[in-house]
């Protein structure tokens, strides 16, 4: 299983891209890369999975349906998470200057390699 | 007031739609203008008697002792139901639309059109001359209704101006104005001059039917603040796509809304919980401070913008340019963070 392979494509090709990574919803990382210390992976995923288990609650409750994706925007960086499949996220990392819509369409492309990977 | 001088003019004339769209202009602009709420109110009123039907019920019906009367006074759920229980399905649709026209946000009377809509569809009209409904038309979001309600009524303007008779009302039309008359207000005219549309009037969660004004929960807010905040989330919520936008309190309080209205405060309060977590969870992280959260889901999209102690909700449906909304956002962020 080639995950870093993924990263690493989707990161070289997204300008500004910090790190990423491929989380289990439990917030275990399965594999990541990074491009800058301060962006520590495995951190981001243990939060982030539960971040990400309240907006599906909410998107259910609200009748929106599944959650897709989530965007995170700070002073610092916007982080995007997309699922892949029921279990598994995808977080990318990009500072301000990066490419945002960039990020998103790479991540979207990288899903169902990953989704491909983990069947 | 131009528009006012204009409504009273065409009620003398018993122009009573165009003096209708007059006094929405002037409620645009002044909500809580006392006066000019009575006046509209004459209108519609005036406009809806004269539309009245003038038939005589059929002799079977067992509601003759009603036809004398107007219909506002008719329009009860009771009868309604009796309508139903013999097959009459199209007035007692009339009666539930009236009702709902009259309080958008009733679940009951809602799930009661619903069902009669349902029925007429299986069982059939025992008045095939009466219009029929979609179930869509009230199942939607008072947004989606209102674009529906929206798109009839350009249909029916154009078929007015080929005929050449504007001086007949349809129910339909009777209903449009009674809705824009009510809470959500959207002014055919105002999506005529420009792209954004007001879709309904802002909300305060703590009385719903009072005039808005700062909540209890808002002591921080001044007078002044809260119609600004009303003034940036009418400006937002006219951007094509959006569902609803509130502000609530960090505590997930909700303090004023725009747009659909029901389950406010749940919406407030998860939301809020989540936006709290996330965060945490960045500042945990290193992160910076956090601005902005985009929940994407299947049908739609949550965003959520902090700014000082309270955080701006945004429900879209998923057909909203993201692109857009973000500029919207970015705008309606700078105009917040310069109120408080």
Redesign the interface.
């Given at each position: 299983m080639d995950f870093k392979k993924i990263l690493e494509e989707t990161l070289s090709n997204v300008e500004g891209a910090i790190g990423a990574g491929l989380v289990g919803m439990d917030g275990i990382v399965i594999d990541q890369i990074s491009h800058n210390a301060?962006f520590?992976i495995n951190?981001?995923g243990a939060?982030?999975s539960?971040?990400l288990k309240?907006?599906m609650?909410?998107?259910s409750?609200?009748?929106?349906?599944?959650?897709?994706?989530?965007?995170?925007?700070?002073?610092?960086?916007t982080?995007i998470m997309m699922m892949v499949g029921q279990n598994y996220f995808v977080t990318l990392a990009i500072n301000l200057e990066g490419n945002l819509g960039r990020g998103r369409l790479e991540l979207k492309k990288a899903i169902p390699k990953f989704e491909k990977e983990l069947t | 007031m131009a528009h006012s001088l204009l409504g009273s003019i065409f009620m003398e004339k018993k122009d009573y739609q165009t003096a209708i769209e007059e006094f929405q202009k002037i409620l645009t602009l002044n909500p809580d203008d006392d006066e000019t709420q009575t006046h509209l109110k004459q209108a519609i009123e005036k406009a809806a008697s004269e539309q009245k039907p003038q038939k005589p019920l059929k002799k079977e019906e067992p509601v003759d002792e009603k036809k004398s009367k107007p219909r506002e006074s008719t329009a009860s759920i009771t009868i309604a139901e009796l309508y139903l229980k013999q097959g009459h399905f199209d007035k007692a649709i009339e009666i539930f639309q009236e009702l709902l026209a009259e309080d958008p946000q009733n679940l009951m009377l809602r799930q009661k059109l619903s069902e009669a809509v349902e029925r007429q569809q299986k069982e059939g009209s025992v008045d095939p001359s009466a219009h029929k409904l979609k179930k869509n038309q009230f199942t939607q979001p008072p947004d989606v209704k209102e674009d529906i309600i929206q798109d009839e009524a350009k249909q029916e303007s154009k078929q007015k101006v080929k005929s050449g008779d504007d001086s007949k009302f349809t129910n339909e039309d009777i209903l449009q104005v009674m809705r824009r008359g009510g809470k959500d207000d959207a002014m055919l005219e105002e999506k005529k001059i420009k792209p954004v549309v007001v879709k309904s009037e802002p909300v305060v969660e703590a009385k719903k039917s009072a005039p808005p004004e700062p909540p209890q929960n808002s002591n921080k807010i001044s007078s002044e603040q809260f119609d600004n905040l009303k003034g940036v989330l009418a400006e937002l919520s006219g951007l094509s796509g959006i569902i609803k936008c509130l502000v609530s309190g960090r505590d997930g309080i909700p303090i004023v809304s725009m747009g659909e209205t029901s389950n406010n405060a749940d919406l407030a309060k998860q939301v809020s919980a989540i936006f709290e977590s996330t965060r945490r969870s960045v500042s945990q992280l290193n992160q910076g401070k956090l601005q902005q959260v985009l929940v994407t889901a299947e049908i739609g999209n949550i965003l959520l913008v902090s700014f000082s102690d309270y955080v701006l909700i945004v429900l879209a449906n998923n057909k909203i340019n993201l692109g857009l909304l973000r500029l919207a956002l970015d705008s309606a962020t700078k105009k917040l963070d310069k109120l408080f």
């Open positions: 301060s520590d951190a981001v939060e982030y539960s971040i309240n907006a609650r909410a998107s409750n609200f009748g929106l349906g599944n959650t897709a994706e989530i965007l995170i925007t700070t002073d610092k960086a982080m | -």
